[in-house]
């Protein structure tokens, strides 16, 4: 049982912590308000609980189609690349301010990017098919092993966006100006890499 969880939380910080479009996009809302980048990451994490749960109904070997993930590929790589042009059009916004009140339903936005940009990535199809394999190699009890990962995930959404938020005074105009600019770079980059993958 403790083995289960501990192995389910590594997993899940394996699957949280890397540089990757969700993370940036948390990170970049954090330093505007802390809800903000907290939405982002709970829009991201029931989305890997909707890949859980076809896991656990033993459905999610039926999304490991070329069609399917192609579409995904495409679909993905053209929210990243919108998502990308947002951010770069709001670079200037001050720091801890906003345009106007942030209302509940700016909050619904902000999840749905974080859901919607999680669930058409087909790395993180790619990644749960993985998962549904380790588990089941290294015979860990499938409950036990999925509520510690998203243990971790839960951890580290709300955590790292509280520190992102925590040092924002720490940054200046400028250095907003330029960590939003190559926030969309990178975001646009992971877009193009997408899409192009299609092609080549």
């Given at each position: 049982m403790i083995l289960s969880y501990t192995e389910g939380f590594l997993l899940g910080l394996g699957a949280a912590v890397p540089l990757g479009p969700i993370n940036i996009l948390i990170m970049n809302e954090a330093i505007k308000k802390y809800k903000n980048g907290v939405m982002i990451g709970l829009g991201a994490m029931s989305s890997d609980?909707?890949?859980?749960?076809?896991?656990?109904?033993?459905?999610?070997?039926?999304?490991?189609?070329?069609?399917?993930?192609?579409?995904l590929s495409l679909f993905g790589g053209a929210f990243l690349i919108y998502l990308a042009y947002a951010i770069f059009k709001n670079r200037d916004t001050k720091i801890g301010t906003s345009k106007g009140s942030v209302k509940d339903s700016s909050y619904i936005k902000l999840y749905a990017k974080g859901f919607v940009l999680t669930a058409i990535n087909p790395y993180t199809i790619g990644f749960w098919l993985s998962v549904s394999g380790y588990i089941a190699g290294k015979e860990l009890d499938p409950y036990i092993t999925l509520f510690g990962m998203l243990s971790s995930i839960l951890l580290w959404i709300t955590l790292m966006p509280y520190l992102v938020h925590r040092t924002k005074h720490k940054i200046s105009q400028s250095v907003s100006h330029w960590i939003s600019t190559a926030s969309a770079l990178i975001l646009f980059g992971f877009?193009?890499?997408?899409?192009?993958k299609l092609v080549l």
């Open positions: 609980i909707m890949y859980l749960s076809l896991i656990v109904f033993g459905l999610i070997s039926y999304f490991n189609h070329p069609y399917i993930l192609n579409s877009g193009v890499v997408m899409i192009g």
